[in-house]
């Protein structure tokens, strides 16, 4: 996986490749049935209470604590472009979805070659002090290779499945 900070742009972005189809991994991207098995890093889970994944709807969510402490985060879809691309604005928000400004711009960008899947995300914060908030001491690159951790077994758990179905 590739994960990089530019200061500059205000920009993270992370790239990485599936062993698995598109149409799997844009599921697991979209779907709130799969994106809550594997969004949050472990031990944390990831709950969806909202998720209408429409241009103008929105993903709500929480990352769960093991003591059950939440940490909620509103998405709301800006484009879709079916099984290749889509963009949200995300914002950490409260439990009553008032959202915490600023937040980020994230662009996914899908496509597969030989039957793996490439995954290119950018991350655009609207400041430099958020964008450094949410990166410094490295929790965000921890988190989101745990996630893709998470992901890469969800995936080739689903693979095996429609292989011995």
């Known amino acids: 996986m590739d994960f990089i900070v530019n200061k500059e742009t205000k920009t993270v972005t992370i790239t990485k490749e599936f062993d698995a189809k598109r149409d799997l991994v844009w599921d697991a991207y979209t779907k709130p049935e799969l994106l ?48 290749t691309n889509f963009k949200f604005f995300n914002a950490f928000a409260d439990a009553d979805e008032n959202l915490e400004l600023p937040g980020s711009d994230w662009d996914f960008n899908f496509s597969e070659h030989d039957g793996k899947t490439k995954v290119h995300v950018s991350i655009y914060n609207e400041s430099l002090e958020r964008m450094e908030q949410v990166t410094k001491g490295g929790y965000f690159r921890e988190g989101t290779y745990a996630q893709m951790r998470n992901l890469e077994e969800l995936l080739a758990r689903l693979t095996e499945d429609a292989q011995i179905n």
Request: proline residues 8%; glycine residues 8%.
């Open 36 to 83: 809550d098995q594997w969004w949050a890093p472990k031990p944390w889970m990831s709950r969806t209470k909202v998720l209408d994944f429409e241009v103008g709807g929105r993903r709500f969510y929480a990352m769960v604590s093991p003591e059950g402490g939440e940490r909620w985060a509103v998405q709301r879809y800006t484009s879709i472009t079916p099984k």
